[in-house]
């Protein structure tokens, strides 16, 4: 008789319901109106158990243990319209320990889903690079070790994400820093009062974790948030003091904003009620860029609630602005097959295919056959994107949602 298998798939617990006005719920709250924690207090730690103990009883039933794990795919997202937001559906991929094509991976998220526990019953945090030698050893009796690389590792952990329906940071993991911020604004930041306006040369790097048990918001005078897409113009944005002119918080990414900068962007628009502007260039990455800040990603729709910003504006560079700012050809860069087949791909995107402007947009820049940085601007004047390519754009509301 075939073994009866058991699976778990851990509740999602904790993605707030959308709010009348399209938003997500507020403050990273859970349905109930509590407020979730970084530190294992939004149930975390009890997925996790609950995790255990199914694998637990199925082996000593005799039966399979398996593992759920909703599907990261394409095929798997769907485009909230009401919202403006994407979100997960409820396929799933199964892992199972007596499938020799699927039990080194079962193995792999049980190994990380210890690991984490560890972390959440001390109160420490450790890095992707951490967890991965964590976790490795060499399997007894065996010449095989748990991870061949790290991308074995990271896999494991967007597994258990997806399955505990927790973000990487409540499960107290981090990432490189990557961002920086400057601005109008005082925060603390584990108990240091932290002056967004003294920031010097280099700005706040924004951490991995910006959960609310973490960063407070103490005092905001800024009236929006500038979110560029680079620490090269996010430097001369910091160095023309635009944040002191203009009165606004200024953020950068490091191209890809990593998922703190999200987080904490998203936080800025939905407590303190903060426009947020998007500077980015004038080609595929760029416009792809704003749409995983506005919509969310595939990969992390299961929590676009919390990371996206579905009212972010598109503020420039502009297919219009070679001719309407008079640049010359020494800034065009020709797209290549790839930047063409990427932009008719944003084109199809729902929430830009039905937008007229967003589809002028991809038109033209198709039809220039180049593409542009922000940093092209700079052949007007140093400051020419500081003093009056931004300002003007901004008075003008002349901006691409």
């Not at 056959?369 to 601007?377: I, Y």
Request: proline share 4%; with cysteine; charged share 30%.
């Amino acid at each position: 008789m075939a073994k009866k298998t058991t699976g778990t798939k851990a509740s999602s617990g904790g993605r707030g319901e959308a709010l009348p006005d399209g938003r997500g719920s507020s403050g990273g709250r859970t349905p109930t109106g509590k407020r979730r924690s970084t530190r294992g207090g939004d149930g975390t730690l009890e997925k996790i158990g609950a995790l255990a103990r199914s694998v637990a009883q199925a082996a000593h039933a005799g039966e399979a243990p398996t593992i759920e794990v909703p599907t990261r795919a394409k095929s798997n997202t769907t485009w909230d319209r009401e919202s403006g937001i994407l979100r997960m559906g409820d396929a799933t991929q199964t892992r199972e320990l007596f499938n020799l094509n699927q039990a080194k991976v079962f193995m792999q998220v049980v190994l990380q889903a210890a690991g984490i526990k560890g972390l959440l019953e001390e109160g420490k945090t450790a890095s992707l690079r951490a967890m991965f030698y964590r976790g490795l050893h060499t399997i007894p009796g065996t010449k095989e070790k748990t991870f061949a690389d790290q991308s074995e590792s990271d896999a494991a952990l967007e597994d258990l994400e997806v399955t505990l329906g927790s973000l990487r940071e409540e499960l107290h993991v981090f990432a490189d820093v990557r961002g920086s911020l400057v601005g109008n604004i005082t925060f603390v930041d584990t108990g240091d009062e932290i002056d967004g306006r003294r920031m010097g040369s280099g700005g706040y790097s924004i951490p991995s974790i910006v959960e609310p048990d973490v960063i407070q918001f103490k005092r905001c005078d800024a009236k929006f948030v500038l979110h560029v897409e680079k620490a090269t113009v996010w430097r001369r944005f910091n160095e023309d003091r635009f944040w002191e002119k203009h009165n606004c918080i200024l953020t950068h990414g490091a191209g890809q904003p990593p998922r703190g900068v999200r987080r904490l962007l998203r936080r800025f628009h939905e407590e303190l009620n903060l426009p947020v502007y998007c500077l980015l260039d004038c080609d595929p990455w760029g416009h792809y860029i704003y749409s995983v800040i506005k919509q969310g990603s595939i990969s992390l729709a299961f929590e676009s609630e919390r990371l996206a910003i579905p009212q972010a504006k598109f503020l420039g560079l502009r297919a219009i602005d070679y001719q309407r700012c008079g640049l010359s050809d020494d800034v065009q860069i020709a797209l290549n097959e790839k930047d063409v087949a990427r932009a008719k791909q944003i084109a199809a995107y729902p929430w830009f295919k039905n937008k007229p402007a967003w589809r002028r947009e991809i038109d033209q820049l198709l039809r220039n056959g180049f593409k542009m940085e922000v940093e092209s601007l700079i052949t007007k004047d140093i400051s020419y994107v500081t003093e009056t390519y931004v300002p003007e754009r901004l008075k003008a509301k002349d901006w691409l949602d």
